[in-house]
């Protein structure tokens, strides 16, 4: 009878046709029967074999869609994995404790995410193919690790929005044009990281392992880019980006990309080399430091100018290291320090000439430089006033000294 009453009602003011009721009849049929309005609650099984796109390896009964809340349990008979050919659909993806998704597709398919992740199990990808997350205010978290596998990337799809939940591990990233990821004060470590849309690092850790010599793919069949890029969309807040060069894995050379930071963090490697700067200047709007690991013999070396906002902490921690100073580091304006640890190994080569300007300044009277400072340059250089443990004048140019020098 209500529905009569509707269709009366309807014609009685809309004059609709006979066609018309059938038209909306159907419309409301759909609407009221299609669980996709609204999305389910489904839950992997693994009862038949490990395809995602197998119906009855799911709860209820049929493959997720992007409406599809999923979660995979552990204890399956069957772990899912999306294989090469196939592509899988969900909204929020949740992994439990112990669970395994397996990812293999190189060139065709994909995993697509329309919400939030809660990892803490295990993501095995070992294929190239993004991971697509299109989730608008969604979260990004979980205690599981996304290094699994040789490459685990995720792709931040424009006009996608996520914030981060807590520590994290993401092996590839790519934040899209249009696309934006919140660490919101956790710690992300990743190898690539590539950024075309907005990061906010706020009072978070950004950790580069990396090796800049290898590349990632920014979409299947792109050209390849390089492994950290930013077109301004870096929004720093009072966190620190740690270049670790290698801290997972095996040691590599690694380029400290040329950008706004908060604190920079840099850590070289044994033979290995870190070039500061790409092109124009790197500002560190707080400190700055450079430390070197548990073997002697890393290699930092400056290819733009640096300047500092606060403190610059050189070989304070670790062994020894070497820095080659091609360009300046220094404070343009207010009070900050100049630490350097004292071990005898450290060694200083600076290559920067200028009669004007010296190649370390604007810091509270600079203590000590321990280890070996070679002024090396076939044109004019100032000597730093200050204390050295080891002092070398090399190269044809004049070295002159403004101030007291004590060695």
């Not at 796109?53 to 979660?71: A, E, L, Q, R």
């Not at 205690?143 to 006009?159: L, M, T």
């Not at 709007?285 to 640096?306: C, F, K, R």
């Amino acid at each position: 009878m209500k529905a009569l009453y509707l269709f009366n009602s309807l014609d009685k003011y809309l004059s609709i046709s006979f066609k018309n009721y059938s038209i909306c009849f159907l419309i409301l049929f759909n609407l009221i029967i299609s669980k996709n309005t609204f999305g389910a609650s489904i839950s992997w099984t693994g009862g038949t074999s490990t395809n995602w796109t197998t119906n009855s390896n799911w709860s209820g009964g049929s493959k997720p869609t992007s409406t599809d809340d999923v979660t995979i349990p552990s204890g399956t008979t069957y772990s899912p994995k999306i294989s090469e050919g196939t592509s899988g659909n969900c909204r929020n993806l949740t992994i439990n404790s112990g669970a395994t998704l397996t990812l293999d597709h190189t060139s065709i398919g994909s995993l697509n995410i329309y919400g939030n992740v809660n990892m803490n199990g295990t993501l095995n990808h070992t294929g190239t193919i993004y991971i697509y997350l299109y989730g608008s205010g969604k979260t990004f978290g979980g205690s599981g690790n996304f290094f699994s596998g040789v490459a685990s990337p995720f792709s931040f799809e424009s006009g996608s929005s996520y914030t981060l939940q807590n520590n994290i591990n993401i092996r590839h990233m790519y934040i899209s044009s249009g696309g934006s990821f919140d660490v919101n004060g956790y710690t992300i470590t990743t190898e690539f990281f590539f950024q075309v849309g907005t990061f906010y690092l706020r009072a978070g850790l950004l950790n580069i392992w990396g090796n800049p010599d290898a590349s990632m793919w920014a979409n299947p069949g792109d050209a390849i880019n390089p492994y950290f890029s930013t077109d301004g969309n870096f929004v720093p807040g009072t966190g620190t980006v740690f270049y670790c060069q290698g801290d997972t894995y095996s040691a590599n050379n690694q380029t400290v990309r040329s950008t706004t930071y908060y604190n920079l963090k840099i850590r070289t490697q044994n033979t290995k080399t870190t070039t500061i700067g790409t092109s124009g200047t790197i500002t560190v709007s707080n400190d700055l430091t450079i430390i070197n690991t548990s073997t002697a013999g890393g290699i930092a070396s400056t290819a733009v100018t640096t300047t500092v906002g606060n403190n610059f902490y050189l070989g304070n921690t670790g062994n020894a290291l070497t820095l080659n100073l091609a360009n300046r580091i220094y404070r343009a304006s207010g009070t900050g320090t100049f630490t350097m640890g004292n071990v005898s190994g450290h060694s200083i080569n600076n290559t920067y000439a200028s009669a004007s300007n010296y190649v370390i300044s604007g810091f509270d009277a600079i203590p000590t430089f321990y280890g070996t400072f070679t002024y090396n340059s076939g044109s004019a250089q100032k000597v730093i006033p200050a204390t050295y443990n080891n002092l070398v004048s090399t190269g044809t140019g004049t070295k002159t000294m403004y101030g007291d020098v004590t060695v």
